[in-house]
């Protein structure tokens, strides 16, 4: 007896009985012989037809029940919505927004821009004047007289109030090596807005370390070209003032900067106020009859450009 497998070629389901590969449209199991109603398992095999519950596993060349259970929409690759299309479609919309706006504001735009502009422009060249008025030949000019002990550092210094009151402290007690200095560092810091700088004034030229002379000026203004300001520097304060008194005792010597200056009975420099140059000052007492120094007296004091001292006793 003979049997016709059938016309299909591929061999995509799998016969119910012998668990082997079965023909699409075949009419007949070509390994069990059993027909295509026993195959797809619609019919009860025969008795004498063996059913394999388990057999070797056979990989379909195409498993085509997966994809007839799997519905479309699943199977269909899901696409994640591409977040920065959004982003620049925003990001155009606002654009065409501002411009807009700006075309609605252009005059206001256009005048708050100029008035930006002209004034960007006045701020610019009016540093450039600041920057390059520096105060240091006016320093120079006024220190150096100062740290020599010439008496014209006074008529430069600003006046004060006591002027009528105040003396000039005698320049022989005023011994300071760095005077003899002919040839002074000077440093200065400047700002032309706020009209304030500082000047410090260091002796060159000489071994010995000397503390630097510190001033402060400050600048008065002019115009010219009826639109900027152009700078004069001048001292700040007036010229340092030293408050001298003695102390009670009236059996000692009196030393300024190691140099005898008289008793405190008959001092060689009254008590009172006195305009001071530059430099350091050191006051020293000595017991007559013993000759001792008296520390508790001693006093030591370095005068720059400006400021007020005082020399008190107490005994």
């Given at each position: 007896m003979a049997f016709i497998e059938g016309t299909g070629d591929e061999f995509l389901l799998t016969c119910f009985v012998c668990k082997n590969p079965f023909g699409l449209v075949a009419q007949f199991c070509g390994y069990c012989q059993a027909t295509r109603q026993q195959a797809l398992g619609v019919e009860r095999a025969r008795p004498d037809q063996q059913v394999i519950t388990d057999s070797p596993e056979v990989k379909p060349v195409h498993n085509i029940s997966s994809e007839i259970s799997t519905p479309a929409a699943e199977r269909v690759k899901k696409?994640?919505?591409?977040?920065?299309?959004?982003?620049?479609?925003?990001?155009?919309?606002?654009?065409?927004?501002?411009?807009?706006?700006?075309?609605?504001?252009?005059?206001?735009?256009?005048?708050?821009?100029?008035?930006?502009?002209?004034?960007?422009?006045?701020?610019?060249?009016?540093?450039?004047?600041?920057?390059?008025?520096?105060?240091?030949?006016?320093?120079?000019?006024?220190?150096?007289?100062?740290?020599?002990?010439?008496?014209?550092y006074f008529d430069l210094a600003k006046p004060e109030s006591s002027t009528a009151q105040t003396k000039e402290f005698p320049t022989k007690?005023?011994?300071?090596?760095?005077?003899?200095?002919?040839?002074?560092?000077?440093?200065?810091?400047?700002?032309?807005?706020?009209?304030?700088?500082?000047?410090?004034?260091?002796?060159?030229?000489?071994?010995?370390?000397?503390?630097?002379?510190?001033?402060?000026?400050?600048?008065?203004?002019?115009?010219?070209?009826?639109?900027?300001?152009?700078?004069?520097?001048e001292p700040a304060e007036p010229a340092a003032v030293l408050e001298l008194s003695y102390p009670q005792e009236k059996n000692l010597t009196i030393y300024f900067n190691g140099l005898a200056a008289g008793s405190t009975l008959n001092p060689?420099?009254?008590?009172?106020?006195?305009?001071?140059?530059?430099?350091?000052?050191?006051?020293?007492?000595?017991?007559?009859?013993?000759?001792?120094?008296?520390?508790?007296?001693?006093?030591?004091?370095?005068?720059?450009?400006?400021?007020?001292f005082t020399a008190e006793f107490s005994d």
């Open positions: 696409q994640k919505p591409k977040r920065q299309y959004l982003f620049f479609q925003n990001m155009r919309l606002r654009l065409d927004r501002f411009k807009e706006w700006q075309v609605s504001h252009s005059k206001p735009i256009g005048a708050a821009s100029g008035t930006l502009f002209v004034v960007f422009t006045y701020v610019i060249i009016q540093t450039y004047i600041f920057v390059n008025t520096s105060p240091i030949p006016v320093a120079e000019k006024y220190l150096y007289p100062a740290v020599t002990r010439e008496s014209d007690y005023l011994k300071w090596d760095a005077s003899s200095s002919n040839r002074w560092a000077t440093t200065a810091s400047w700002n032309g807005w706020s009209g304030n700088a500082e000047i410090t004034f260091t002796p060159a030229g000489v071994s010995d370390t000397d503390r630097a002379v510190f001033a402060q000026f400050k600048a008065t203004y002019s115009t010219y070209w009826k639109v900027f300001r152009k700078i004069s520097w060689a420099v009254a008590a009172g106020t006195y305009r001071m140059f530059p430099g350091p000052l050191e006051i020293k007492f000595y017991n007559i009859n013993t000759g001792l120094l008296i520390d508790k007296y001693t006093r030591t004091y370095f005068f720059s450009a400006a400021g007020a």
